[in-house]
């Protein structure tokens, strides 16, 4: 129940041993989690919420109704290696400044990289971080052995000789990068000095490159800081033109690096009611339409707008990949209220699985198969089958169980299932015979359309599947399309008699082309109509006399018989 309009609610923090307001609230709950929400980013040593009632005399009463303390920090930092449970095989020096590598690197030194405030790629172009690592105490070795006893597992090679080999690839990139440090290369402001500074690289180019954009980033031991001057680089090679290609998908994979840190995705993404709400803007953020959260950093709008242009292939990467895990894990969606736990899940849900696929595909599939297993717990142990259709129950139209089965067809449990989870699709789609089973009416006929048009297209191009299915599952679809067109009059409210005749041959023409039909009966429903009006004695004249500006006439003739030609017409 709301509180009434005298009640209001501050949330504080304890700063140079005063009570410092940081918020205000209407909502007791809302306080209570925002104040939960800044203790466990660890910046504060205490939060409480303070309730402000006033009375009719117009005096304030105010009442501490939540004070928690942040646990004491003994010792030094933590930097115990964190666990890693399987690590690419490595054959070259070259491997070792891979992705795969890097984000391996990322995970198993998370403690270290935080505490220092350096990525995997600055760790690794850095001769001095390099050796700032290795002198940690037993940090390195640890880390060369916990990866070799991975690796060796995978290849079938001897526990030493996979330590011994990283030993040496590890040497060989500590002399590499104190060559490149050696020359004392001027540390670069600005992209084109980076680009100018390694002009006659040649084979090392992308590592000279990254060597100096290593020296600069270096500079700044803040990950907000680093990303900024990540965005600034970006900016300018906007502007550099093909050039800067490169570059970006260096920079990418120093985002991604990043973008790897736990505590930087706290800090970027700003408040969060709860850790399903994190998981939808860690989604908006990786597709380039996220908002900024309050208390979000303004990098958050640089970053996003970034994302929106394609070019942070790894840094969505690793961004999908977060959610997977978290959606796939233990930690509860709605933390503060219990409740809400299925409905938060639901919407992380929906926020992945839309009617053109799965964001994250395989493993996001998977995470929300093992998340809704753990919600339904109380079932006692649930077969693979079982959670799946419990899954199934949770989204809400044909088209996205499709789309969600064919994800999960890519992801190990789906493998596993093997001609079971082909079964249980078939069965899916086969069953549903009309559009309301596909896709719900309150959506209109464009989003409905399309909507069959993505399954479609998804069936044929799904590997996993043998052709005969595919075929007979993707034609089944585009039969349930055709039966909508005939049954709703589609193309008859396209087509209107008593249109002029160059408004109607228009409107068909650019519904063929507009993707919401399936190549097949229901594209040849539209084409059929189009081929009618073509066919009639003295086309041309008749839809010259029909636009209603005659001096627009040959323009619209023209525009006609383009989309024409662009829809396959002859």
């Known amino acids: 129940m709301s509180p009434p309009p005298n009640v209001s609610f501050e949330i504080q923090v304890l700063t140079d041993k005063h009570w410092v307001v940081a918020d205000f609230a209407n909502d007791e709950a809302k306080a209570r989690a925002f104040a939960d929400n800044l203790l466990q980013k660890g910046n504060h040593a205490a939060v409480r919420v303070v309730r402000d009632r006033r009375g009719l005399d117009g005096l304030h009463t105010e009442t ?29 020096l070259g491997d070792f400044y891979g992705i795969e590598a890097r984000l391996t690197l990322g995970r ?59 030993s040496r690839m590890w040497d060989e990139g500590l002399a590499r990068a104190r060559k490149v440090a050696a020359s004392k290369p001027k540390t670069p402001k600005t992209l084109a000095e980076v680009l100018k500074g390694v002009e006659k690289g040649g ?17 700044t031991r803040s990950w907000i800081g680093k990303l900024d001057t990540i965005l600034g680089w970006a900016a300018e090679a906007t502007e550099m033109g093909p050039q800067a290609g490169s570059a970006l998908a260096l920079m990418d994979g120093i985002v991604a690096d990043i973008l790897n840190s736990a505590q930087l995705i706290q800090d970027l993404l700003g408040y969060q009611a709860n850790l399903g709400a994190a998981l939808c803007s860690l989604s908006d953020l990786a597709e380039g339409t996220g908002q900024a959260a309050k208390f979000a950093p303004e990098t958050f709008n640089g970053l996003n707008a970034l994302f929106a242009t394609g070019v942070l292939v790894e840094g969505r990467r690793v961004l999908l990949d977060r959610v997977a895990r978290e959606l796939g894990g233990q930690n509860p969606l709605s933390r503060n209220e219990p409740k809400q736990e299925t409905e938060v899940c639901h919407k992380v849900m929906h926020r992945l699985v839309g009617h053109r696929g799965v964001l994250g ?55 596993a299932m093997g001609r079971g989870l082909v079964d249980l699709l078939s069965g899916r789609v086969l ?77 068909l023409i650019k519904f063929c082309g507009s993707g919401v039909l399936i190549e097949g009966k229901s594209l040849n429903l539209a084409r059929a109509r189009v081929i009618e009006h073509l066919r009639q004695p003295q086309f041309e004249e008749k839809f010259l006399a029909s636009v209603p500006k005659p001096s627009e006439a040959e323009k619209h003739l023209r525009e006609f018989h383009r989309l024409l030609v662009e829809t396959g017409f002859r």
Request: aromatic share 4%.
């Open 361 to 415: 595909e395989g493993a996001s599939a998977e995470a929300m198969v093992h998340r809704i297993a753990h919600i339904h717990a109380h079932l006692g142990t649930l077969g693979t089958v079982q959670a799946v259709e419990l899954t199934l129950s949770a989204l809400s139209d044909g088209v996205r169980r499709v789309q969600f089965l064919l994800a999960l067809a890519k992801a190990p449990m789906g493998l």
């Open 64 to 92: 501490v109704i939540q004070e928690k303390t942040a646990a004491p920090r003994t010792g030094g930092p933590d930097l115990s290696l964190a666990p890693v449970k399987d690590a690419p095989l490595c054959r070259s």
């Open 203 to 219: 084979d090392e180019h992308p590592y000279l490159c990254l060597s100096l954009m290593t020296l600069r980033l270096l500079e």
């Open 431 to 507: 069953g549903a015979k009309t559009m309301n089973e596909w896709v719900p009416a309150r959506l209109g006929p464009p989003e409905r359309m399309a909507a069959l048009a993505a399954a479609n297209r998804s069936l044929l191009a799904s590997a996993e599947l043998d052709e005969d299915t595919r075929r007979q599952l993707a034609s089944h679809v585009d039969e349930t399309l055709a039966a909508y067109l005939v049954d709703e009059g589609v193309i008859e409210k396209i087509d209107k008699p008593d249109d002029p005749l160059a408004l109607r041959a228009i409107r």
């Open 108 to 166: 198993m030194l998370r403690k270290y990289l935080d505490e220092v405030v350096v990525s995997p790629s600055e760790l690794l172009h850095s001769a001095a971080e390099m050796k700032r690592f290795g002198d940690r105490g037993t940090l390195l070795f640890a880390a060369i052995d916990r990866i070799s006893t991975l690796q060796a597992a995978t290849s079938g090679e001897d526990g030493k000789t996979r330590r011994d080999f990283l």
